[in-house]
């Protein structure tokens, strides 16, 4: 299949992509975006906090959640580790309970992985505590509850999303790259079976289609099918971010190519945020996704993002396969 990528001319989010006729009807279409598109699916858990009815519109989500102070809060005197605990079996508890509590994540790596790891006793209950650069450009790596294999990857500065301006600053920590990093730990999760980079995908949500107040990036399989429609059209990928023709479940993308070994020398945060027009102006309503590539025999990565509209989308959790199938067919 080739690839007839338009190039992109929006303005601002009001106009932001979606699928024309010449696209017709989704190739394919994920059980779990089609439960987002309906108002079920979706939450920084996946297949955890199904969307309720206040997160059907932006402006709902936002009046549910305006209890929830985002950003540097002020540092609490001691950090409760059992409390951290509770969160932490907060995620495993019924969707509605681990809905209800968006600091879930943020408690648990707070709270429990970085006062362990700073006191030399492991980052339990993370898989790794990266604090070489002090805790204001730390990540953890944590085993998410669903998934065979799945890993977030958690700054352990309080960071709300995609749209905090922090993650635009200069010392923004490096949560890409240190989520494909964990490619082993994903790996060995599967038996130690070793993926191509094509087989895995980086994906972070937008602030409408997630249920946690800490920025998260999900480090899992990719679905075999989109990585197909990818390989398909890597050739007419250049660094330049146009709209896809072919929509990857179910929605019109934009894509970019970068080179990159490791993502260690780029940040796909900033790449969306000066390369479409209007999107720094509303950061909240992408998401964005980085799946491993190579061109022209060297390594890289296929840039992805797509912005929420009351019709869907801003999840791109949604090209991810939690069951990792790719991995049964993969060399």
Same mark, same amino acid.
């Given at each position: 299949?080739? !690839?007839?990528?338009?190039? @992109? +001319?929006?303005?601002?989010?009001?106009?932001?992509?979606?699928?024309?006729?010449?696209?017709?009807?989704?190739? #394919?279409?994920?059980?779990?975006?089609?439960?987002?598109?309906?108002?079920?699916?979706?939450?920084?858990?996946?297949?955890?906090?199904?969307?309720?009815?206040?997160?059907?519109?932006?402006?709902?989500?936002?009046?549910?959640? /305006?209890?929830?102070?985002?950003?540097?809060?002020?540092? =609490?005197?001691?950090?409760?580790?059992?409390?951290?605990?509770?969160?932490?079996?907060?995620?495993?508890?019924?969707?509605?309970?681990?809905?209800?509590?968006?600091?879930?994540? #943020?408690?648990?790596?707070?709270?429990? !992985?970085?006062?362990?790891?700073?006191?030399?006793?492991? =980052?339990?209950?993370?898989?790794?505590?990266?604090?070489?650069?002090?805790?204001?450009?730390?990540?953890?790596?944590?085993?998410?509850?669903?998934?065979?294999?799945? @890993?977030?990857?958690?700054?352990?500065?309080?960071?709300?999303?995609?749209?905090? =301006?922090? @993650?635009?600053?200069?010392?923004?920590?490096?949560?890409?790259?240190?989520?494909?990093?964990?490619?082993?730990?994903?790996?060995?999760?599967?038996?130690?079976?070793?993926?191509?980079?094509?087989?895995?995908?980086?994906?972070?949500?937008?602030? #409408?289609?997630?249920?946690?107040?800490?920025?998260?990036?999900?480090? +899992? !399989?990719?679905?075999?099918?989109?990585?197909?429609?990818?390989?398909? /059209?890597?050739?007419?990928?250049?660094? &330049?971010?146009?709209?896809?023709?072919?929509?990857?479940?179910?929605? &019109?993308?934009?894509?970019?190519?970068?080179?990159?070994?490791?993502?260690?020398?780029?940040?796909?945060?900033?790449?969306?945020?000066?390369? *479409?027009?209007?999107?720094?102006?509303? @950061?909240?309503?992408?998401?964005?996704?980085?799946?491993?590539?190579?061109?022209?025999?060297?390594?890289?990565?296929?840039?992805?993002?797509?912005?929420?509209?009351?019709?869907?989308?801003?999840?791109?959790? +949604?090209?991810?396969?939690?069951? !990792?199938? *790719?991995?049964?067919?993969?060399?």
């Amino acid at each position: 299949m080739g !690839c007839d990528l338009q190039a @992109m +001319d929006r303005d601002d989010f009001a106009s932001a992509p979606r699928p024309t006729a010449a696209l017709g009807a989704p190739s #394919w279409r994920s059980e779990g975006e089609a439960r987002h598109a309906a108002g079920r699916g979706g939450g920084a858990i996946a297949g955890q906090g199904g969307a309720t009815e206040l997160e059907k519109t932006p402006q709902a989500l936002e009046k549910a959640r /305006n209890r929830i102070a985002f950003g540097e809060p002020a540092r =609490p005197a001691r950090r409760s580790a059992f409390a951290a605990l509770v969160a932490f079996a907060a995620l495993a508890a019924p969707a509605g309970r681990a809905a209800a509590d968006p600091d879930a994540l #943020w408690r648990i790596v707070h709270g429990a !992985c970085v006062v362990h790891a700073e006191a030399g006793e492991g =980052p339990r209950p993370c898989e790794q505590v990266d604090l070489a650069r002090g805790e204001a450009e730390g990540v953890a790596i944590l085993k998410d509850i669903n998934g065979v294999a799945q @890993m977030l990857a958690i700054p352990t500065r309080r960071i709300a999303g995609v749209e905090d =301006p922090q @993650m635009l600053a200069a010392d923004a920590p490096p949560a890409f790259a240190e989520a494909w990093a964990a490619k082993p730990l994903l790996e060995a999760r599967l038996g130690g079976k070793q993926l191509p980079r094509e087989a895995v995908a980086l994906a972070l949500n937008s602030k #409408w289609a997630r249920s946690q107040g800490q920025l998260h990036i999900h480090v +899992d !399989c990719l679905r075999p099918e989109v990585a197909e429609a990818l390989e398909a /059209n890597r050739a007419a990928l250049t660094g &330049t971010w146009r709209a896809m023709t072919v929509p990857l479940s179910g929605r &019109t993308y934009f894509a970019r190519r970068l080179d990159s070994a490791d993502l260690a020398d780029a940040e796909p945060i900033k790449l969306l945020a000066d390369g *479409i027009e209007g999107a720094k102006a509303d @950061m909240g309503a992408w998401t964005l996704a980085a799946v491993g590539a190579e061109f022209d025999g060297k390594p890289g990565f296929v840039l992805l993002a797509n912005a929420f509209s009351l019709a869907g989308g801003g999840h791109a959790e +949604d090209l991810q396969d939690h069951d !990792c199938a *790719i991995a049964k067919v993969a060399p």
